[in-house]
């Protein structure tokens, strides 16, 4: 079964800076996409940023330019580096993979609180 973990999650004043990690069980080489998705209270989950595994990534228009997705194949792990964070990014943030194949699986971390305070 696959695990996701992400760590790095805190409380961080507005124009602070803050890195996720998501460290998988297994090689992400097994995984077509990757990355990050958050959720605020009363909000519905939304896609932050993702990487395939040929390291296209695709950010929401919210946090370009401020956010950042890389990988570490050798530590089997995926960063979130989220500068000049904001008020609205706080929330609670998750880890996902998506497994190659036909029929795909999706994986899903436990998922890490950002608060950013004003």
């Known amino acids: 079964q696959v695990q996701l973990v992400e760590s790095g999650g805190g409380l961080v004043q507005a124009g602070g800076s803050l890195r996720l990690s998501c460290a998988a069980s297994?090689?992400?080489?097994?995984?077509?996409?990757m990355g990050w998705y958050r959720q605020a209270p009363g909000k519905q989950r939304e896609l932050v940023v993702s990487i395939t595994s040929g390291g296209s990534t695709n950010l929401a228009d919210s946090v370009k330019g401020r956010f950042t997705i890389s990988r570490d194949n050798a530590k089997n792990t995926v960063y979130l580096q989220m500068n000049s964070l904001k008020p609205e990014d706080t929330a609670v943030y998750y880890c996902y993979a998506m497994s190659r194949g036909i029929n795909p699986n999706n994986y899903w971390g436990q998922g890490t609180q950002v608060t950013v305070s004003s």
């Open positions: 297994g090689s992400i080489f097994s995984f077509v996409l």
